[in-house]
């Protein structure tokens, strides 16, 4: 145990090394053979977790991520199969037979599309090869779908674990490779000449994106299978969809071996519904955090039920109208002066009847300008629930202009 105690700690000071290295301005190249050595003979899941306790221990994610490309690199040639094959990730509409077509259909499109125009217009800056390019950029930016279903599906299981540090180093390079391919189509839609940079942009690129493929295929795919129960990939299937699908859609409808599907989250520290929590949809919420949460929204809510009666009225800070608990259970017509009863009364009917989804309405209130807007609520079976009406001062909104991507000091 001890040796395997200070085999880690060896290996994890060599890994610091390395990084200092890369962050140093040391290729890629340079440091290849000694991580090849580092590596010989563990587990992608023990490395993922060398990488996790550096970024514990205080190294910021991009100096991790620099090893990224290392990995690719040694994992092309020298790493093997290191992990059982699964059955079940062989089974046509499991998430990872879905997220591995899409690789193979990413790759083919690469080296069958996305190159082979990048050559083109490299030989030749005509507006057709400039044309064929953007197509090709066109339906690379299809890869979006298949980064968000691993960053929202597959990150979040994993985080659960424990597993933090490989998830955002991964996330923070498709954020690159989204930025990048976003920067080729820019280069190409105002094209100014401007050639060797559109080359070399598209190029890297392209070869970042093959080598995501790797690192998928060789690292969070195998640690991904090795990590999460089948209860968990169950749940994931049937968010799948959801997120849309990269190029391809998935060639068959999985089926668990597990005839009935048990729910790990207690044994992962969360609360089940019946233990104080209500359970929604999408997740569980204590009373607290729920009623916290609507009144935390930049927005008044008000919601009247099918008989007509207010049942809920959200309390934030800067409410719009001006609300008392007394009008709880009172008849929303109660609530209007009697000249526009009968505009209330027809909003109601026409939501309570299917005739419209929604009514909305916008006035000048002093220095706001208030939006109005009235919502049908329906259950799963479409039946009538309610009316909810939803209030904002939106002039803060019409008056933004262009972007904001960094968070604000003061």
Same mark, same amino acid.
């Given at each position: 145990?001890?040796?395997?105690?200070?085999?880690?700690?060896?290996?994890?000071?060599?890994?610091?090394?390395?990084?200092?290295?890369?962050?140093?301005?040391?290729?890629?190249?340079?440091?290849?053979?000694?991580?090849?050595?580092?590596?010989?003979?563990?587990?992608?899941?023990?490395?993922?977790?060398?990488?996790?306790?550096?970024?514990?221990?205080?190294?910021?994610?991009?100096?991790?991520?620099?090893?990224?490309?290392?990995?690719?690199?040694?994992?092309?040639?020298? &790493?093997?199969?290191?992990?059982?094959?699964?059955?079940?990730?062989?089974?046509?509409?499991?998430?990872?037979?879905?997220?591995?077509?899409?690789?193979?259909?990413?790759?083919?499109?690469?080296?069958?599309?996305?190159?082979?125009?990048?050559?083109?217009?490299?030989?030749?800056?005509?507006?057709?090869?400039?044309?064929?390019?953007?197509?090709?950029?066109?339906?690379?930016?299809?890869?979006?779908?298949?980064?968000?279903?691993?960053?929202?599906?597959?990150?979040?299981?994993?985080?659960?674990?424990?597993?933090?540090?490989?998830?955002?180093?991964?996330?923070?390079?498709?954020?690159?490779?989204?930025?990048?391919?976003?920067?080729?189509?820019?280069?190409?839609?105002?094209?100014?000449?401007?050639?060797?940079?559109?080359?070399?942009?598209?190029?890297?690129?392209?070869?970042?994106?093959?080598?995501?493929?790797?690192?998928?295929?060789?690292?969070?795919?195998?640690?991904?299978?090795?990590?999460?129960?089948?209860?968990?990939?169950?749940?994931?299937?049937?968010?799948?969809?959801?997120?849309?699908?990269?190029?391809?859609?998935?060639?068959?409808?999985?089926?668990?071996?597990?005839?009935?599907?048990?729910?790990?989250?207690?044994?992962?520290?969360?609360?089940?519904?019946?233990?104080?929590?209500?359970?929604?949809?999408?997740?569980?919420?204590?009373?607290?955090?729920?009623?916290?949460?609507?009144?935390?929204?930049?927005?008044?809510?008000?919601?009247?039920?099918?008989?007509?009666?207010?049942?809920?009225?959200?309390?934030?800070?800067?409410?719009?109208?001006?609300?008392?608990?007394?009008?709880?259970?009172?008849?929303?017509?109660?609530?209007?002066?009697?000249?526009?009863?009968?505009?209330?009364?027809?909003?109601?009917?026409?939501?309570?009847?299917?005739?419209?989804?929604?009514?909305?309405?916008?006035?000048?209130?002093?220095?706001?300008?208030?939006?109005?807007?009235?919502?049908?609520?329906?259950?799963?079976?479409?039946?009538?629930?309610?009316?909810?009406?939803?209030?904002?001062? &939106?002039?803060?909104?019409?008056?933004?202009?262009?972007?904001?991507?960094?968070?604000?000091?003061?």
């Amino acid at each position: 145990m001890s040796e395997f105690i200070n085999n880690r700690e060896y290996r994890q000071k060599v890994l610091k090394e390395l990084i200092t290295e890369l962050h140093n301005g040391k290729s890629v190249e340079s440091v290849k053979a000694r991580f090849e050595k580092l590596i010989e003979g563990i587990s992608a899941m023990e490395i993922s977790e060398m990488e996790q306790a550096l970024i514990m221990d205080g190294m910021p994610l991009e100096e991790v991520q620099r090893l990224c490309d290392v990995h690719a690199s040694v994992f092309k040639g020298s &790493i093997e199969k290191i992990h059982k094959p699964i059955q079940q990730e062989d089974s046509p509409g499991h998430p990872i037979h879905t997220f591995r077509l899409e690789n193979i259909a990413i790759e083919n499109l690469i080296n069958n599309k996305v190159i082979p125009s990048i050559e083109l217009f490299k030989n030749q800056d005509n507006q057709e090869n400039i044309n064929n390019m953007s197509a090709a950029f066109h339906t690379l930016w299809e890869i979006d779908k298949h980064y968000l279903r691993k960053e929202n599906l597959l990150f979040p299981y994993l985080e659960k674990y424990g597993i933090t540090g490989p998830p955002k180093v991964m996330w923070g390079v498709d954020d690159e490779i989204r930025d990048a391919i976003k920067d080729v189509r820019t280069l190409l839609t105002n094209y100014k000449e401007n050639h060797d940079v559109v080359v070399s942009t598209a190029s890297e690129v392209a070869n970042r994106i093959i080598e995501m493929v790797f690192k998928e295929e060789k690292i969070l795919f195998p640690m991904s299978l090795e990590t999460l129960s089948e209860d968990e990939w169950v749940k994931i299937a049937n968010e799948t969809k959801d997120l849309g699908f990269c190029l391809i859609e998935p060639q068959g409808k999985w089926k668990p071996t597990k005839t009935n599907i048990v729910d790990k989250e207690k044994d992962l520290g969360i609360v089940p519904a019946s233990e104080g929590y209500v359970s929604f949809d999408a997740g569980l919420l204590t009373p607290e955090e729920i009623n916290a949460m609507l009144n935390t929204l930049p927005l008044d809510i008000t919601f009247v039920d099918k008989d007509g009666a207010v049942k809920y009225f959200s309390q934030g800070v800067e409410r719009i109208f001006p609300r008392t608990k007394a009008i709880i259970g009172r008849q929303v017509q109660n609530c209007h002066p009697p000249g526009s009863v009968h505009i209330v009364q027809q909003i109601v009917e026409d939501l309570k009847s299917g005739l419209k989804e929604h009514e909305d309405f916008w006035i000048k209130m002093g220095d706001k300008f208030v939006y109005i807007r009235y919502y049908a609520v329906r259950n799963k079976n479409g039946e009538f629930l309610g009316t909810l009406e939803v209030t904002q001062n &939106i002039k803060p909104i019409q008056q933004l202009e262009g972007e904001k991507r960094l968070v604000s000091f003061s």
